[in-house]
């Protein structure tokens, strides 16, 4: 059972928007930032959003990130199938001293 | 540009120990903290733990389900940081990535492709 609660799937077309939620708490999401990674499947995964809506270099604008009390969101606009992959959050848990990681989302492309 | 290369990954009996490493390039290592996270196959994301660089004591915290089996430590003068795993056990059967952090809250911001342990009889 993970610490952050994402949704196991998610699905979008081409062209369409799609969120993908993080559930927390007081102790992480509540008061700290939050991060976004993807992971493509059979690689590494890869920063996509630092500190709750920042983007590293490289990252399309079509990622973003906001929050909202214990909760977080990832939308990504204009749906392309390069997007298909798995959709981490992740913060600090001030209360375990730990990083703590979302279940992760399976986007898929219809 | 940053990269981070795992090795030292493989085959290894329950019980067992087994040190992987982390060769860092791209930066000042000595500036930023180092850490893993490893993914069970099939699975999820799962932290494992992190050495602060020494400018904030090299201090270290780790995931419940490591804690008092698993080491981190780092070798500044050579850019490489080293994970330390004992008394293995078959659920530690894992990718385990190198990343490394920034300032403050980012704890994890670059990855390493991986290095693959299996514990196995």
């Known amino acids: 059972q993970s610490v952050l609660t994402q949704p196991p799937s998610a699905f979008g077309t081409p062209g369409q928007r799609v969120t993908i939620s993080c559930s927390g708490s007081?102790?992480?999401?509540?008061?700290?930032?939050v991060y976004w990674y993807q992971q493509v499947p059979g690689t590494a995964p890869k920063l996509l959003i630092y500190?709750?809506?920042q983007r590293p270099s490289g990252v399309p604008d079509r990622f973003s990130g906001s929050k909202s009390g214990t909760s977080a969101s990832l939308a990504i606009s204009g749906l392309r199938s390069e997007d298909e992959a798995d959709y981490y959050c992740?913060?600090?848990?001030?209360?375990?001293?730990?990083?703590?990681f979302g279940g992760g989302t399976k986007l898929t492309v219809l | 540009e940053v990269q981070l290369v795992e090795s030292g990954g493989g085959l290894v009996q329950p019980g067992r120990s087994l040190k992987v490493s982390c060769t860092a390039s791209?930066?000042?290592?000595?500036?930023?903290?180092m850490g893993w996270v490893r993914q069970a196959p099939g699975k999820g994301l799962e932290w494992v733990g992190f050495?602060?660089?020494?400018?904030?004591?090299?201090?270290?915290d780790y995931a419940a389900s490591v804690k008092g089996r698993f080491t981190i430590s780092r070798d500044d003068s050579k850019s490489i940081a080293y994970l330390q795993m004992n008394s293995l056990q078959t659920d530690d059967t894992a990718v385990y990535y190198c990343?490394?952090?920034?300032?403050?809250?980012?704890?994890?911001?670059?990855w390493g492709q991986g290095t693959l342990v299996t514990v196995s009889p």
């Open positions: 500190r709750n809506n």
């Open positions: 992740a913060a600090w848990d001030d209360g375990l001293s730990a990083w703590v």
């Open positions: 791209g930066f000042t290592f000595g500036d930023y903290p």
């Open positions: 007081s102790s992480n999401i509540g008061s700290n930032p």
């Open positions: 050495i602060r660089s020494n400018g904030y004591g090299g201090t270290t």
């Open positions: 990343t490394r952090g920034g300032s403050g809250w980012d704890v994890v911001l670059y």
